[in-house]
Structures are given as C-alpha cells and as structure tokens.
C-alpha cells in the first residue's frame, strides 16, 4: 500500500463520511460543516492523484536543476488545481454560512426541514 | 326538353286516369275493410258508400280555422305525398296508359317519397299547437323509423337478386309462372318487407301514432273541414300506392285492373286481419318488435340473397 | 472580428469597475451594467453575423501564449456564437427587466449579474475541462446571490436547497475530473475526445464527469431544488436561469458527451426521454403558473438531452434540430417568465389578466406554440426531423414516448392558456411599458427564428406560404373596426381561389370551393358583429390560409405544416366561445393526437427521404404500408369525428360562436375528408392481419352514421343536435369512401358539398335563432316561425334535404348511395347506415318542431327575425340548394368523370338532365316537375275550398295542467322521443367518453401522487441526487455489461 | 436505525463501491503524464519561474485562476449582498462585547505588523518559493481577523476595502489583455521580460499578477469577515 493510495483512500471516505454527515445532519450548520469535510476529502483525493512515489515538490531551486526536473518533480497540475478548487469551495462554504444566517433571521430556526414551504 | 323523353301531353291525362280509378278503388275498398271489421266486432257497420258521404260532407263544411301557414300546407304535403307516390310506380305492368311517370326515378325515389308526406303533415300538426298533435307526431316518426327498416333489407335483398332498381324491371321478371313472383323466389326478403308492410299502415297493432282513444284531438281531428276532405283523399289513396310497391316488387305486379283490385285487396287485409285480432303496441314494445323480429330477417334476407 | 475573450473580459472588467464606484451610485453602475451586456451581446452577434456570411472562420483562442492541452483555449464557432447571443441578449434584457430590484440591491447584484453572464458565456467558450468546473461554480454562486433579487423569503430556501444540490455535483464533477485528468494525461476536451473510452470501469471517471454535467441540467426526477428556484426567484432571473443557464449547461454536456464518443449516448438518450416524460406528466398538476414554467422547462431541456442522445444518428441535422429546440425554448422560457412579472397572481387563470393587453396575448400564444413545436416556429422543423429520425432508425418506441409525452406537454400549455384566455381577471396587470417592450421583442425573435429556421429548411419555409402571410398580417389589422377586416378576409379568399383553382384536379376544385368560396359565403354571416372583434380575423384567416395551403400540399411536410395551422387557427376559433374552454382544450389535444399520428404515418412512410412526395405513398409496400395506412387514417378520422374519436366535437362546435360553428362544421371537416380522400386514393386496399382495413373505415362510417344519427335525437340543445348530426353526416361521407368504387367516391363528394351546405345554412339558423332568444334549449322555445320565418325556411329546406326526402338534393346523395351499394360485395354495415336514414329523419324533425311549431312561449313573443347578415347567407345557400337539386350534374359530372379516370369505369351516364346507372334512374327535373305540378294542383285546390279560413289565435286551443317543479319536464318538446329513448337508449351509453376521460384521470392521478416526491427538504432533495446517480450508474453499467 | 439515516448510508455504500471501483483501478503513473512533462520541462524557458505550480496557475491556467479570483469577488459581494439586510442598528455597534483582554491586545499590536508583513513576503515571492497570492492573501486577512478578534468595535472601511479588490482585479483583467495584444495570448506573462531566473524580478508579470491577487484575495477574506462582523452587533 503506498502512500498516495493511503491519501487516496482516506480521500474517498472522509467525501463519504462528509456527505452522510450533510445527508443525516439537520442542522443546517452541521450540514456546511460536513460539506467542507468532503470537499476537504476531495482535495485529498485530487494531489494524492498527482503524487509520484519518490519525487519532490515540482520547484525548481537548487534541490532540482531544471534538467532533471522531468525526472523529480511530481505532478504539479493537480496541485495547481486544488488550488483551486480549495478556494472554490472555501467561497461556497462562505455563502452557505452567509445563507445559514439569513435563513436563521428569517425564520428563527437552522433545522433544515423548517424550510418546505416550496413544494410539490 | 330532355328532362322529359318520350313525354307526350296525353300521359297527364293517363295519370289523371290511375289517379281516378285508384281513388275511387280506394274509397270502396277502405270502407268495405271497416265493414268487415265492424262485423268481426259484431256491429252492423257503415254503408260502403260512407267515404264519399264523408269526403263530400267535409268540403261542404263552412267552419274554416287555420292556425298558420304549415298548418295550411300540411294536408297538401300529404296529398302530394300520395299522389306524387302513385304517380312515381308503374301501377299496371305493361300497360301504356297507367305507367305515370315511373320514367323520374325508380325504387329508391318511391321510397324515399313515402316520407314527403309524412313531413309535411307531421309539421302541419305541429304548427297547430296542440301538444297532443306533437306527441301522435313524435310517436309516429319514433316507430316508423324501424318499422322502415326491414322494408329497406328487404328492398336491398330484392334489388341484389335482380341487380336493378327500376320497378318495371322488377315486375317483368316476375311475370311468366306465379312461382316467378318474389314471395316465392325470395321469401325471407318478402317476410321481411310485409313486416314493414304490416307496421307502416296505420292499423292496430302499430296505430299507437293515431292513437284514436289516448289522443282524442290527435293530428287527423286537429285538421277539420276541407283539410279533412284533403286527408281523407289520402288516406284511401296512400295505403294503396303504398300497397302497389309491395305488389309489384313482391307480387309480381298486376298486369290488369281486375289483377289490381284483387291483389291490392289481398295485401290490404292482411294488416287488416292482424289488426283486428291484436291489441295496440306501445311505442317502445312496437320498436323492440321490430328490431326482434324485422331486423334479424331483414339481415338474414340480404345475406342469402 | 474582435477577440471572443472580450466578452469574458467585458463582464469581468465592468464587475469589477462597479466596485469602483460609490456605494449610492446605483444609476451609474446600471448604466455600466447595461453597457458591458451590451458590449458582450454586441461581440457575440458579431460572431454569428460574421460567421453565417462565411465572413470570418470558426477560430481558436489560446491563452497564456501556449498551445493546448498545455494551456486553456476557448473555441468560437457558429453553435457558440449562436448561443452566446442568446445566453447575452437574455442577460441584457432581464437586466432592464430587473431594473427596479438591481438598483434597490445596488453594484453588488448588478456585479453579480455580469459575472453570471460572464460566467455562463465562458462556459460555452472554454475547451478546458477544469475550466469547465470553474465556470460552473461562478454560475451556482452568482445564482445562490441572484435568487436573493427576489422579495419572496421562500427564495432563501431555495436557494440555500440549490446550493446544498450543487455542492453534491461539485464533489462529483471533481472526482471525475481529476481522473480523467489521470486516464488522459490532459484536461484538454479535444484531447479526451480524441482518444474515447470504451465503457469499461476505468471510465468511471467519464461517467462522474458526464453525470454531473447531466445532474446541472435538472433531470427529473432529481430536480426537486430547481423547481423550487423557478418558483420563487424573481421572474427576471427565472428567465436568465431557464434560458441561459439553461442553454449553456445543455451546451456543456453536448460538448462532453461528444468527448466522451458514441459509446455514452444512450445514458443521455435515456436520461433525456425519462426527463421529458416524467416533467410534463408531474406538470399536469400544477396550479403555480412558475412552478408549471419551471417543470416545461425541465421537460425541454430533457428533451434536448434527447436529441443529444441521437447526436450519432442525426449527424449533420443535429445543430439544426438541437438548435431548433434549444433556442426556442430560449426565447419562449423567457417570454413566458417575462410576462410572469406583470401578472400579479400566481395561479394558472390568474393570467387572464393579459387579456386587457392584446399584444400581449398574442405574445402569450406565440410563446406557447414555439414551446409546442407549432408552426412555423424552429422546434415544428425540429420536431419533424427528429420524429423523421426516429423512423428512420427504427426507434419506433421512442417515437411513441416521445409523442405522448410532446401530447402530455401540450395540453399542460393549452390548459393553462384556455384559461387564461376564458377566465375573468381577479387583479389586474402590474404594466409597465418597458417590461411590455422587452417581452415584445422577444415574441419578435420568435418570430424571426421561425423565419430563419424556415430558410434554413431543405422542406421549404412555412412562414414564406403567401395565405399565412395574409392570415398574419391581420395581427396588427387587427385595430381596424370588424366590417373592414371582414370585407378584407372575403376578398383574400375569393383572390386566392381566382389565382389557384387552374391548376387543381376536379376532386380538389369542389373542395377548394367549399373551403374558399364556401369560406367568403360564411364570412357574410361575420358582418353582423359591430365593433373591432378582436382576435377573430387572424386565427380564422391562419384556419383558412391551413385548408388553402392542404389542397395544394404535395409534399408530406407542406400536407403536415398545413394541417397543424387549420387546427391552431380553429383552436383559437373555438376557444372565443363562451363556455368553450373545456371543449376547445380536448379539440385541440384530439387535433394534435391526430396530427401526431400524421407525423408518425409520414414519418414511417418516409423512411428516412428528406422530401417526400405524397403520391409516394401509392409505392409503399411490405408491412410497412398497412401501418402507416392506420395512421394516417387516424389522424384524419380525428378530423372527422368517427365514432370513439368524436367526444371533441359536440362541446367544441356547440359552444363555438354563431358564424364561427358552420366555419368549424361546415368546413373544417371537410379537411380531415379531404384527407381519407387522398389516403385511399393514394394507398388503397391495404391488409392488416389479412383484415382489410377499407373494410375497417365502412365500419367506422357506418357506425359513425347511425349512432351519431341516435344521439342526435337525444339532444336537448339545437347545436350539439346539429353536431352530432355532422358526425353521423361525415359517417356516410367516410363510409363511402371506404367503397372504394366510383359511386362510393361520388357519394363521399356528395355528401361532402350536401353537408356543407345544409350544416352551414343550419348552424347559422338556429345560431341566429340563438342571438334573438338567447338559449339553445329546444324545449324553451316553440313557436317561432310567425316571429323568424325566413329561419323556418331555411331550416324547412336544410333538414329536407338532409333527411334525403325527394325533390332536394340530399335525395341525390340516397340514390348514389343505393347504387353505390349495389355495386359491393359487402352487406351487413348498410344494416346501420338503413337505419341511420330515418333516425337523421328524428332528430330534423324535432329541431324544427320544437323550435318553429307548437306554441310560442311567453318570454319570446316580441323576438324578431334574425339578423340580416346572419340571414342572408342561409338564402344564398338555399337558393343553391335547389339549384344544385335541379341540376346536380353542374358539380358532380366533372367530378364523376375525374373519378372515372381513377377507376377507369363509367357507371354513370349523364344523358341531359337525367342520370343513369347500370341499376336505375335518377331524373331530377322530372321529380320536380310532377311534384311541383301536383303540389301546386293539390295547393290550389285547397284554396279553392277553403280561401276564407279563419287565422285563429294560440289560446283558442286551451288544457289545463299541474305545473310541476321542473316545467319543461312535461313538455312535449322535452325529452321528445322519450319512447324511443327506452327502447334504443342503450346506444347512449357514453362509452368512448368514459374511456378517455379515464385516460386523462390516471394521467392527472400519477402526476398527483407522484409529485409528493419533492417533499421541499434540502436534504431530501440531495437524497435523491444520489439515488439518481447510484441508479444511472447501476442501469448503465447493467446495459454495458 | 431510523431510515432518515438508513437510506444516506445504503445510498452512500453503493456510492461507495463506485469510488472503491475508481481505487482499485488507479495506479500512480511511473513517470509525468505528457502535460505535466511539458511544464516540468518548458516551464522555465516558457515563463522563467522557479515554482512550476505558480506558472501553471498564473500563466498557463491564468483563466482558471482568473474565475477564482472572480469566485472569492463573487462571494465576497453576494456575503455583502446577503448581510446587507441585516446591518446592525447605527449606534449600537461594539456595544454590549467583553473588552477582549490585555494579552490579545498586545499581542496583537505586536503581530499584526509582522502578519502583513509575512503575508506580504508570501506572495512576491510567489514563483519562486511555495505559496503565492492565495497564500498570502489569507494570510494578510488573517492579521485582519486577528485585529477583530482583539477588538470586536474595530471597523474598516468597507469603501477601501472595495477599492483595492475592485482596482486590482480590474488590473488583472487588464494584464491578461495586455498579454493579448503584446505577447502570446490573454494573461501570458511575458509582457514583461523574463529577466535573471530565481531573482525576485523575474519570470515576467508572474509576480505583478500574484501580488494583485494577494492584494484582491486579502481584501476580499477581509470583506467577508467584515461583512460577518457587521452582522454580530444586531444580537
């Protein structure tokens, strides 16, 4: 079992240990809480599919000549892409909060199936 | 003028001939039927002579009522009816003077114009405001609607067997042996058509639509003095051009008067005799009757054929 | 050609230029706002106007100076350009229609609006698969922020619902990616396309990534939070969120399912035909005029994911088919949405407000019929192609769902839009003109895509067929007072006659007299309306230009286009009636059903030609035939009311206004006759299971004939007797056809000009009758014919004639018949038709009976005749009918001798006046001179006797009688052939009726029961997003394995 | 068990053998993908910067870093939009919090400075060492938070804030087409020269763009924190 499988593993069941949270949860902040869980999860799971055994970061300083870079460096697009997608969801999480807090003006109440008017 | 070959002036005056002839034929006849059925019912009964006291008493009425102008036109729709009936079937085969003017149309004009005066008087009735009058009428045209039915089978078999409408064509193929004739060559059709027959001539059991005892101002006495005379005059004359069809596609037509006088009377008693000796249908009884009895051989009839 | 970049770069710039800018100044910032729009907009049409002048190519734009897959490219074509338009435009105009609430919210709203549109216009773009996910994500943020515009609190929790849902897709599209990213080696959508995958467990991650893409497209049922979102937003961004949005998601998912290869087409196929279905079966329900919008739109969106699906079949058609659906439903997902703004309730007849605003309306309709794929707007082209497809490749059960469904859809819309048309208005509208302007415009881009989608067509274009230019052009006519238009319409028919009838068949003039000349004759009546009368003209001039164009359709598609314009413009005429909503629905779901079953008929028959020829048909052989022989023929019998597919009409002709029931009767029947009449004569005998169908169609007529003959005389309302009595009427018209001999035929033509003339003459009589005593109820009147006998008249001669009593013509008919009979070996339906003659005879003689005769009733003694324009054309058609009695041979010779071409026999001889067949004689003038002789004898007579007679007045005759509570009940004129009821009454067991109004009760019934599925809990709702893909996931992996 | 949460579970279990069928089919590539060569070779002619994962972000997925930075705008005016409605009463704002205590004050005024500072540091150097304008950005806000913290009544100015997000990202908008017209595409980096590799002047607008991010990420985490601070008082 190498490491990037461990990542990856662990990646999968905190995504599904996030969205049974969200799934399970009612309360509304608990629910935010379980989605950053799984996207976290996701995160994993998105470098620990870039990682190459026994390579080192893709940065070019003295540690590795640009020659061989090809050769040492992991793979550096799904880093540039978590990036990404960490500071997609860290604004998605911020707006469900925002939401969360209008909502518990709103009605006074974070429990989610307090909000069914909209039905059928 | 094409509409008319072999149109001579001298046919107006045949037909007035038939016309006469037939009429008074008819007068005797129905009065001679009454008779009997007065005897059947142990009364003396009228003097053959009686239509005439009766037609002639009418016109000489001087109470004169109209109610509007359908009112006034119903008995010459009828009347027309009549004769316009009689005018459109050859009555005696092969005679040149009494062939009227069978040259306009054939099967399927005269029947169809059985209607004609149905309608006209069925309206006049109508229009003279007596809900009674509207009942006979609903009543009549209700029953009359399937007793017609097997009369058409009847004719469709009929016209199949001898692959024509024209009546004349009918009648000659008739002639030579009695075994010629219709009833014998196609009985089923002939069963079914005197069904009809028996139902379409006013008579008990199928008079529910004069109705002389529930409607005691039903449409005929509603109508009264001269439109009376009118009626009468067809009331002797229709059921006899009606009986003539019957003759001549199921009787193989009369070649003479005498033929005529005796087939035509024949024909005639039998609604007669089944009607002196049977109560009156209701309006429904008589339809499921005649969907009973009419329809089945009626199909039966143009299977066969 | 500017660089498509810059429409990303124009809504990104002026977001972020808003932020420069002061907090107040909220003017300023929506002019900025508009301006960027504009820009974008400006770029993107640009591309398309450039492109479709071939001006400029297809390009592809690198960033970063590197080529791709090593860095993102965008990609500009002509969908994209197309599409971007759209996806712009919209933005553009709802940001006008939001005027009020961006500037209430301030920059930050209008910030997000551009970056929504940037977003969504850069999610066409992008060729890049990760760019594709971050566009994604702009769009769900900048929605969770636009869904606050609305003032309804409920649109919080919908949109904090939304947010939960996307959440799910995001973490899904991510896994996906990434392992695409790993199985590839790029993220470049070209690249992956370039090498597909089989569908085998490493595509797993296409299978993430495609499911995702399908999950942001709503499918039902996992689309609970979407719904909710249409339902409380605001109506300007509904509009944004079902058309662009919409839109470009489709287009995302198009661009990775061709990534993705053949192999994955049918998980949109089904996906797409499972979302259409259940979408507009659930939208059967609503009584939430959004909420209905919002499933119509999930419906089509489906239903592009459909076509998706036959992308691989389509080939080259597909841009035109996809296109065509997609963009309509654009243009009219927002017109609708638009006009939702103005309304003020929110249920389904809240929206009869609209009728203070005509243009409105017809924007209304517009919008309706582009979503149900009428012509002539893109998805009627799409639909045909598709459906043409669909038969061409044998997915004869798709074919079906999806007509059912595309049946299920109209009359969702049609429901709702009779009753925004018949309802009464509670409130009225909220108008504000530039929220009129924009919806205006977009009915105009309706209409102009219907043009262009035309153009483009290789069937030629709809909107280009002279007579529906003229029917069109009385739209804005329609400010001109009634008499004028009316004068216009009867000269446009008569001018389209004069120039068209040259080059027609003799079989195709009578009709086209009937429906032209018979069509000027009807519209006399339509003089008697005072005033404007608007939206009269234009949907019964759409009818016409319909029947005008049928009578000289020879390809499939011009028979098909024609035939759906008769039956809109009819709809609409029906729908004015005044308790006619209910009918006028189930006449347009019947017509469509019909319609439908055409397209499938031809579709069948074309196998697949791109043109083709209706004489054609007369090739088909093989077991096709048969098929496409039932379903023609259905399709026409629905016209024509045959028995079990009749339940339309009685209501529908009824309620239709007095010169609108002989228009609809008179005339429009004769269409679907029209039809049978080409049918036979293209395909003839055809065998089904050794049955030969013309066998078949005698039986129909003849049923038709006698049981519409039966029920006619049960009827207590003079209009539905004379309709059913039509159905009885087109019964012997079928009937004969069915002959399939000379006779047969010439008795169908008979019947056919007969029908015409005595309906027409009828229906305007007792509607004249109407207009004066203001009931229909034959018990109620009595009497009339002092007070109307110019009415009496023409009803006396209509039902003589009718009844087939000699001397008039309908006599003519019976002797054709008779000897049309003769010459057919098949015997046991003339049974029905036999007695179908005399019953004709019961219910004639009731309607003048109890309307002219008997006594007059109290309330109606001060009645006048009926008015003179309503008149007139009854004399008019009595004086032919007496002609044409005289001398049927005027009309029928030529038509005999052309039918003699068609069966090479002759067995009518015209010798002068008087006709002969091989059976008998029918000598008119003959009969009508010993009649007339002998009338006139017997008439003289009388007078002669009795001149002086006494006119007595009513209560001369007098009885006495209880007057029990319901008085009518001892009427005779109630209930009239009361015996005859008891004995035949068995017949009037409404079997058909029940059968279909059992149809549609399960319909309503599944879709109430199962739209309890959308509980309204988030989390519910992300439930079912899992089950949807765990379920897809096992289905697809079932199929593949 | 109740099925509220039976039916997640056995929904979550199936998808859980779907991602468990990804896992058994994953195996880490031996050696970079041809993308991933690309850059670990090209990097440096192509943008002269040390840390590949920055010139991917910057340059070669610029577009995509372009939406995020597009995604925290968004967000920021959307948590704007949202608290908007809720603004504390005039007046009452700071009122009823517990003076936040000597040690964080002081640690605070201590920080803050050398927070910036770092932040700072973080995302000039962007390409060459790990981290960048993300990085520092949140690092920026995080001083921010911390002077919050150490005193709730404290207000920045949401205008200033506005301005620096708004003008950057406005920049940033410019760069890219700058790069459209002077160089190779939208957001290409060498408008500017690449200059002496592994020097803080180099790899072309690399640094520019990272310190405009920084700039615009910082003070957007700072709005946002505002935002929700606003909302605080009304309790």
Redesign the interface.
């Known amino acids: 079992m ?1 490491l ?2 461990i990542a ?2 662990l990646g ?1 069941s905190l ?2 240990l996030g ?2 949270g ?3 949860n ?1 309360d ?1 902040i608990r ?1 935010i809480v379980s ?1 950053t869980i ?2 976290t999860g ?1 995160n994993v ?2 470098v620990s ?1 870039g ?3 026994g390579r080192s ?5 003295e540690a590795v000549p ?1 020659a061989e ?3 040492r ?1 992991t ?7 978590v ?3 960490i ?2 969801g ?3 999480t ?10 518990f ?2 009605r006074g109440s974070l429990d ?2 307090d ?6 | 003028m094409t509409a008319f070959p072999n149109f001579e002036w001298v046919q107006i005056a045949y037909a007035l001939l038939t016309l006469f002839i037939v009429i008074n034929y008819g007068m005797v006849m129905t009065a001679v039927v009454r008779k009997i059925g007065a005897r059947v019912g142990g009364r003396y009964g009228i003097p053959v002579w009686q239509n005439y006291v009766d037609l002639l008493k009418n016109i000489a009425l001087r109470s004169k009522i109209s109610h509007g102008v359908m009112y006034y036109l119903g008995p010459v729709f009828r009347l027309t009816g009549g004769v316009g009936l009689l005018m459109f079937v050859p009555t005696i085969y092969g005679s040149e003077w009494h062939q009227n003017f069978s040259y306009a149309g054939d099967l399927i004009l005269a029947l169809y114009f059985v209607f004609f005066g149905t309608l006209g008087m069925a309206l006049g009735a109508g229009e003279s405001g007596h809900p009674h009058s509207a009942i006979g009428v609903s009543r009549g045209l209700a029953q009359v609607t399937m007793a017609e039915l097997p009369l058409a089978l009847g004719v469709f078999a009929l016209s199949l067997q001898y692959q024509t409408l024209d009546i004349t064509e009918i009648v000659a193929a008739q002639q030579g042996s009695i075994f010629n004739w219709t009833v014998f060559t196609n009985p089923l059709a002939t069963v079914a058509a005197m069904v009809a027959f028996v139902g379409t001539m006013m008579r008990s059991p199928f008079d529910v639509a004069m109705a002389p005892q529930e409607i005691p101002i039903g449409p005929p006495t509603e109508y009264h003095s001269s439109y009376l005379a009118l009626m009468q005059t067809n009331r002797v004359l229709f059921p006899v051009a009606k009986t003539v069809i019957y003759m001549n596609l199921f009787f193989g037509g009369a070649t003479s008067w005498a033929e005529f006088a005796i087939k035509v009377f024949c024909l005639y008693m039998i609604s007669v005799v089944i009607g002196v000796v049977h109560p009156r249908f209701r309006v429904e009884q008589s339809i499921r009757f005649f969907l009973k009895w009419g329809l089945p051989i009626g199909v039966l009839s143009i299977l066969v054929v | 050609m500017v660089s498509p970049l810059l429409i990303l770069a124009a809504g990104l710039g002026a977001a972020f230029i808003l932020g420069l800018l002061r907090g107040t100044s909220e003017r300023p910032a929506f002019y900025v706002t508009i301006a960027a729009l504009a820009a974008m907009s400006f770029v993107a049409l640009s591309w398309v106007v450039g492109l479709v002048l071939g001006q400029t190519q297809p390009v592809e734009i690198l960033t970063a100076g590197a080529r791709p897959p090593f860095a993102i490219n965008l990609f500009m074509g002509g969908a994209e350009a197309a599409l971007i338009s759209v996806v712009t435009l919209t933005g553009l105009l709802s940001a006008f229609y939001m005027r009020a609430d961006l500037m209430r919210l301030g920059r930050r709203a209008m910030a997000v609006l551009l970056v929504l549109i940037m977003a969504l216009s850069g999610l066409i773009l992008t060729r890049d698969l990760f760019n594709l996910f971050v566009f994604i994500e702009l769009i769900v943020i900048a929605t969770a922020g636009l869904v606050l515009l609305s003032k309804d609190t409920r649109a919080l929790a919908a949109g904090f619902k939304y947010l939960i849902v996307s959440q799910v897709i995001s973490i899904l599209l991510l896994v996906g990616v990434i392992f695409t990213y790993h199985a590839h080696g790029s993220l470049n959508i070209d690249d992956i396309a370039a090498t597909p995958m089989a569908f085998t467990g490493a595509s797993l991650a296409t299978f993430l990534v495609l499911i995702a893409l399908v999950l942001e497209l709503k499918p039902f049922p996992a689309n609970g939070w979407a719904l909710d979102i249409y339902e409380s937003a605001h109506p300007g961004f509904s509009a944004l969120f079902s058309a662009a949005s919409g839109t470009a998601a489709l287009f995302a998912a198009d661009k990775l399912f061709t990534a993705a290869g053949p192999a994955w087409l049918p998980l949109a196929t089904g996906v797409g035909i499972v979302t259409f279905v259940g979408a507009n079966l659930l939208a059967l329900s609503q009584s939430h005029d959004r909420r209905l919008l919002g499933y119509s739109s999930v419906g089509q969106i489906g239903l592009v994911l459909l076509v998706v699906g036959q992308k691989a079949l389509l080939g080259a058609d597909f841009a035109y088919v996809a296109g065509g659906i997609v963009i309509s439903h654009a243009v009219a997902k927002a017109g609708l949405f638009w006009l939702s703004g103005m309304v003020k309730g929110r249920t389904l007849s809240d929206w009869a407000a609209l009728c203070q605003n005509p243009a409105l309306v017809v924007a209304f309709a517009t919008f309706i019929a582009m979503l149900t794929g009428l012509p002539p707007f893109p998805a009627f082209y799409a639909k045909w192609v598709l459906v043409h497809e669909f038969a061409a490749t044998g997915q004869l059960p798709m074919l079906a769902i999806f007509l059912i469904a595309a049946l299920i859809e109209a009359g969702v819309l049609f429901r709702w839009f009779g009753k925004a048309i018949k309802h009464d208005a509670q409130r009225s509208l909220t108008y504000h003109l530039s929220r009129e302007t924009i919806v205006l415009i977009a009915m105009l881009a309706g209409w102009g895509l219907g043009w262009v989608w035309g153009a483009l067509s290789d069937q030629g274009n709809v909107m280009t067929a002279l007579p529906l230019l003229f029917a069109l052009l009385f739209l804005p006519m329609d400010i001109l007072p009634a008499r004028v238009k009316n004068a216009i319409a009867m000269a446009g028919l008569v001018v389209w006659f004069v120039i068209s009838y040259q080059d027609l068949d003799p079989l195709r003039l009578v009709f086209m007299i009937i429906m032209m000349l018979g069509g000027a004759v009807l519209f006399l009546a339509s003089f008697h309306h005072q005033g404007r009368r608007m939206g009269f003209y234009a949907p019964a001039m759409i009818m016409y230009a319909g029947m005008a164009l049928l009578l000289e359709a020879f390809t499939a598609f011009q028979f098909f286009a024609a035939w759906e314009m008769l039956t809109i413009g009819s709809y609409f005429l029906i729908l004015r009636g005044k308790e006619s909503e209910p009918h006028a629905l189930s006449y347009i779901l019947f017509s469509l059903g019909g319609a439908f079953a055409l397209l499938a008929g031809f579709a069948l028959a074309a196998q697949g030609q791109r043109i083709f020829w209706i004489e054609d048909l007369s090739e088909l052989t093989g077991t096709l035939a048969p098929w496409v022989f039932v379903l023609l023929a259905l399709g026409f019998l629905t016209k024509t009311a045959a028995m079990g597919l009749h339940i339309w009409l009685p209501g529908a002709h009824a309620e239709a206004e007095t010169d609108v029931s002989p228009m609809v009767s008179g005339i429009l029947l004769k269409a679907g006759l029209f039809g049978l009449f080409v049918l036979v004569m293209e395909m003839g005998h055809q065998r089904l299971y050794g049955v030969d169908l013309t066998h078949l169609l005698v039986w129909l007529g003849a049923l038709s004939a006698f049981i519409g003959a039966v029920l006619a005389a049960f009827q207590e309302d003079a209009k539905r007797l004379l309709a059913y009595s039509s159905i009885s009427q087109m019964g012997y018209a079928v009937f004969g056809l069915a002959l399939m001999n000379h006779l047969g035929w010439l008795l169908a033509m008979m019947f056919a000009i007969n029908h015409f003339v005595y309906k027409s003459m009828l229906f305007l009589a007792v509607g004249g009758v109407k207009e004066r005593t203001h009931t229909r109820l034959m018990y109620q009147m009595g009497g009339l014919i002092t007070l109307m006998p110019l009415s009496f008249v023409s009803v006396l001669v209509g039902i003589i004639a009718m009844s087939g009593v000699p001397p008039l013509s309908g006599f003519g008919g019976r002797w054709i018949f008779y000897n049309a009979i003769m010459s057919t070996d098949l015997r046991l339906p003339m049974v029905l038709v036999f007695m179908a003659g005399p019953v004709g005879f019961l219910y004639l003689f009731r309607l003048i009976h109890t309307i002219f005769l008997g006594q007059p009733k109290d309330n109606l003694r001060q009645v006048k005749e009926a008015p003179f324009w309503i008149i007139l054309p009854q004399m008019l058609f009595v004086a032919f009918l007496i002609a044409f009695a005289a001398l049927p041979g005027m009309i029928l010779q030529r038509v005999d001798r052309y039918i003699g071409t068609l069966f090479g026999d002759q067995p009518l001889v015209w010798s002068g006046r008087i006709v002969n067949s091989a059976y008998g004689t029918w000598n008119p003038v003959a009969i009508w001179g010993v009649i007339i002789v002998v009338f006139v004898t017997v008439l003289g007579l009388l007078i002669w006797m009795n001149h002086n007679a006494q006119r007595v007045k009513q209560f001369n005759i007098v009885f006495s009688a209880e007057r029990p509570f319901k008085p009518q009940t001892t009427h005779f004129a109630w209930n009239f052939f009361a015996p005859y009821r008891k004995a035949m009454g068995f017949l009037e067991t409404p079997v058909s009726t029940s059968f279909w109004t059992g149809v549609t009760n399960a319909l309503h019934g599944t879709a109430e029961f199962s739209r309890k599925l959308y509980t309204g809990n988030g989390q519910t709702y992300a439930v079912h997003l899992l089950l949807f893909v765990i379920a897809v996931y096992l289905i697809s992996m079932g199929a593949s394995s | 068990m109740t099925t509220r949460s039976f039916i997640p579970l056995v929904l979550l279990a199936l998808l859980g053998t779907v991602f468990f069928a990804l896992f058994v089919g994953f195996t880490p590539d031996e050696t970079l993908n041809r993308t991933a060569s690309y850059y670990a070779t090209q990097t440096v002619p192509e943008t002269g910067a040390q840390n590949v994962v920055t010139a991917i972000i910057v340059t070669y997925r610029g577009l995509d870093t372009l939406g995020e930075v597009t995604v925290l705008f968004l967000t920021a005016a959307i948590v704007g939009l949202v608290l908007a409605q809720s603004k504390a009463p005039k007046g009452r704002s700071g009122s009823g919090f517990l003076p936040s205590g000597e040690l964080l004050t002081t640690g605070t005024r201590m920080l803050v400075p050398v927070i910036l500072l770092f932040g700072a540091y973080v995302f000039a150097n962007g390409h060459l060492t790990p981290g960048g304008g993300f990085q520092g950005g949140a690092i920026v806000a995080s001083g921010l938070l911390l002077m919050l913290l150490a005193d709730p009544a404290e207000r920045f100015s949401h205008r200033l804030i506005s301005r620096i997000e708004s003008s950057a990202g406005l920049i940033y908008v410019i760069l890219g087409l700058l790069g459209m017209i002077f160089a190779g595409g939208f957001l290409d980096n060498r408008i500017l020269p690449l200059g002496w590799f592994g020097s803080v002047f180099s790899a072309g607008a690399i640094p520019l763009i990272y310190i405009l991010i920084g700039l615009k990420v910082g003070a957007e985490f700072s709005s946002i924190l505002t935002s929700l601070e606003d909302t605080e008082d009304a309790q």
Do not use: C
């Open positions: 190498m990037s499988q990856m593993a999968f995504i599904l969205l049974y969200a799934l399970t009612r509304i629910m989605f799984a996207s996701v799971v998105l599919v990682y190459l055994p970061a893709p940065i070019l300083d640009v870079a090809a050769t460096i793979d550096p697009v799904p880093q540039a892409l990036l990404t997608a500071v997609i860290l604004g998605v911020a707006l469900m909060l925002a939401y969360a807090y209008r909502l003006r709103a989610i199936s909000f069914t008017e909209l039905k059928w």
